[in-house]
């Protein structure tokens, strides 16, 4: 219809409204939108992405319930891999289609990837099956699962036995950084002031990020690895934070100060195979908010190319050559450590106060005596 912007190569198609090309602020005085900027670029790129995109990697949203607290980070998720050309299914209405894993199937030969963010209700056996002969393939392997963690997810045992399969356990506990001179204040969509957290690191040599900037957790759990080989099944850590974090239970909020790293990103794998050994993977992250919309739009971190290479990696798409992430019209900010922000607030609210007061007690004294 008119106003609408179409991008299309063959007989893939992409529709935005023009309103999609602008980018608006809220006006929360009156309630109405306030233009700021254009938007083109991080609409048009992506859809041009997707239209040339001759073998794009399909994906099955298989969730049912999220986490309410993960639901801002999921959307950015979401939106992340619609950027950069993966194909999920859609409703009647453009919205994607989340599969009920209790009445529908998962066939191999129709998606590349299941994804699994945050659900808060525990799958069934009958569910869990279905994800064991996705990934099996008829003995061709090759497929991959996804999996969200949240941290305020319930027990979900028969989820937590599928992941123990491979070789992984999420933890119900909280990564916390106790070294102030490395933890972050971060925003994220779900919490009115930034939170702490920690920082970390890419230790998988395939799915390097750019060193310079870390990757942060707010709100991760961590990841124990139950081995590291066990029959045709290995497991291994992707993203890991720095000794000096601990670990918080959730139950009862015991601390666990071991010095080991902490595994925020994990991943089984799988061999087989009937003609040529191929692999069947599964992945964890400790937390949806890796993929936090203030994370990702965060220049000072490498959120935004951690998560995009990472699965681009995992469903073996790191071929294409280009990857798209997010653009932001805010102005600049500069992050620090929460030792440097209580440093900069004592300076600000203590010593400069000071110095004013004291400045005017001399000037007082020499008025007085004149």
């Known amino acids: 219809g008119e106003g609408t912007v179409i991008v299309t190569s063959g007989d893939k198609i992409r529709v935005n409204s023009i309103d999609d090309l602008i980018a608006f602020d809220t006006d929360y005085t009156t309630g109405g939108l306030i233009p700021r900027g254009l938007n083109v670029e991080a609409v048009i790129t992506p859809n041009i992405l997707y239209v040339t995109n001759a073998n794009p990697k399909k994906v099955a949203l298989v969730s049912g319930s999220y986490s309410q607290y993960a639901q801002a980070s999921i959307s950015s998720l979401l939106q992340i891999m619609y950027n950069n050309a993966y194909d999920f299914q859609y409703d009647s209405n453009g919205q994607i289609v989340n599969i009920d894993l209790n009445t529908q199937e998962i066939k191999p030969e129709d998606y590349d990837l299941v994804l699994i963010t945050a659900p808060t209700v525990d799958f069934s056996v009958n569910s869990i099956e279905k994800l064991n002969t996705f990934l099996l393939n008829n003995g061709d392997y090759g497929k991959n699962v996804l999996y969200v963690a949240d941290l305020f997810q319930p027990d979900l045992p028969n989820i937590d036995a599928f992941l123990a399969t491979w070789g992984m356990r999420v933890e119900r506990a909280l990564i916390e950084e106790q070294n102030a001179s490395i933890a972050q204040s971060v925003q994220i969509a779900t919490a009115q002031q930034p939170v702490s957290c920690p920082i970390a690191s890419v230790v998988a040599d395939n799915y390097k990020v750019n060193d310079i900037k870390p990757v942060v957790l707010p709100g991760s759990r961590p990841i124990t690895l139950l081995w590291a080989e066990n029959d045709n099944y290995t497991a291994q850590p992707i993203l890991q934070n720095s000794g000096t974090a601990v670990v918080i239970a959730v139950s009862d909020g015991t601390i666990d100060t071991n010095s080991n790293p902490k595994t925020a990103v994990a991943m089984g794998t799988s061999r087989g195979g009937t003609l040529i050994e191929t ?32 699965i681009n990696t995992l469903v073996g798409k790191e071929e294409t050559g280009f990857t ?47």
């Open 279 to 310: 692999y069947s993977n599964v992945m964890v992250f400790g937390t949806a908010n890796i993929a936090d919309q203030y994370v990702v739009s965060n220049a000072s971190y490498s959120n935004d190319e951690f998560v995009i290479n990472t």
């Open 324 to 370: 798209y992430t997010s653009k932001s019209f805010d102005a600049p900010t500069i992050t620090i450590s929460e030792k440097a922000k209580v440093n900069l607030r004592n300076f600000l609210v203590v010593i400069i106060p000071g110095i004013v007061v004291a400045i005017g007690i001399v000037v007082f004294v020499k008025r007085r005596n004149l």
